[in-house]
């Protein structure tokens, strides 16, 4: 069943993309179009991109974008993929000339994150990186029944993640990399953690940490879902 919309939803604009008014003046838009009805914080939000902590950012961030594509010279139909996000995060981390960052990894990805650590670390970076596990703080502490816990019978350690971001917090880091941290647990994460983030990979248990594979086969495999 399709909802009437009157909030704004993006995500499903009946127009073409290259119609929409997003895209280009004097393009088309649905009743409930935040470029239309909205006006009143596009200016706020222009004028947060002016702010010291925020200008040289943006601009890094959308350079890196379009430096994510060869073949731009040929024009927009022609350009092709350059980059892994990794490749991206590394040169982003360059260009904004940070020397300290942060890793939050979870336990399940500890080899990945120790792949991650050596590789930045052996392009000059000084790493602060901080297990989901640390503390070793026993579930309970958070009101988890023995039956809610994965290991049932036996100790197990909470996923920590305000610790994890008030320990890169207290290291100064100066940009954090997120590494397969949990649904919630990520969002602790990101509410605690003082420098900017990114996300390297996010966790899916079942599909190697790909969780667009799910979504890919929403007609087919993942029917059941709808
Ligand atoms: S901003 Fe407006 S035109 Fe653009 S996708 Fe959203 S609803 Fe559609």
């Given at each position: 069943?399709?909802?009437?919309?009157?909030?704004?939803?993006?995500?499903?604009?009946?127009?073409?993309?290259?119609?929409?008014?997003?895209?280009?003046?004097?393009?088309?838009?649905?009743?409930?179009?935040?470029?239309?009805?909205?006006?009143?914080?596009?200016?706020?939000?222009?004028?947060?991109?002016?702010?010291?902590?925020?200008?040289?950012?943006?601009?890094?961030?959308?350079?890196?974008?379009?430096?994510?594509?060869?073949?731009?010279?040929?024009?927009?139909?022609?350009?092709?993929?350059?980059?892994?996000?990794?490749?991206?995060?590394?040169?982003?981390?360059?260009?904004?000339?940070?020397?300290k960052v942060g890793l939050a990894f979870c336990v399940g990805l500890r080899k990945e994150a120790?792949?991650?650590e050596a590789l930045f670390a052996s392009r000059g970076l000084e790493m602060i990186s901080a297990?989901?596990?640390?503390?070793?703080?026993?579930?309970?502490?958070?009101?988890?029944?023995?039956?809610?816990?994965?290991?049932?019978?036996?100790?197990?350690?909470?996923?920590?993640?305000?610790?994890?971001?008030?320990?890169?917090?207290?290291?100064?880091?100066?940009?954090?990399?997120?590494?397969?941290?949990?649904?919630?647990?990520?969002?602790?994460?990101?509410?605690?953690?003082?420098?900017?983030?990114?996300?390297?990979?996010?966790?899916?248990?079942?599909?190697?940490?790909?969780?667009?594979?799910?979504v890919y086969t929403l007609d087919s495999y993942y029917r059941a879902l709808k």
């Open positions: 069943m399709v909802v009437e919309q009157k909030s704004t939803n993006c995500a499903r604009c009946p127009f073409k993309i290259a119609d929409r008014v997003c895209r280009k003046e004097g393009g088309k838009y649905p009743d409930n179009c935040p470029t239309i009805l909205k006006k009143y914080l596009a200016k706020d939000a222009l004028a947060e991109y002016s702010k010291p902590e925020n200008a040289n950012f943006a601009r890094q961030a959308s350079i890196q974008e379009s430096e994510g594509y060869t073949n731009r010279e040929l024009g927009y139909s022609r350009v092709r993929p350059a980059k892994t996000r990794i490749e991206e995060i590394l040169e982003f981390i360059s260009k904004m000339g940070y020397k120790a792949a991650v297990i989901c596990k640390i503390a070793g703080v026993p579930k309970e502490m958070i009101g988890l029944k023995d039956h809610e816990k994965i290991a049932i019978g036996e100790p197990e350690a909470m996923c920590n993640p305000i610790l994890q971001a008030e320990v890169l917090n207290d290291e100064k880091t100066e940009f954090n990399v997120l590494l397969g941290l949990c649904v919630g647990h990520d969002s602790l994460f990101l509410k605690y953690a003082s420098a900017p983030c990114t996300v390297l990979a996010v966790k899916d248990r079942v599909t190697g940490h790909n969780p667009l594979a799910a």
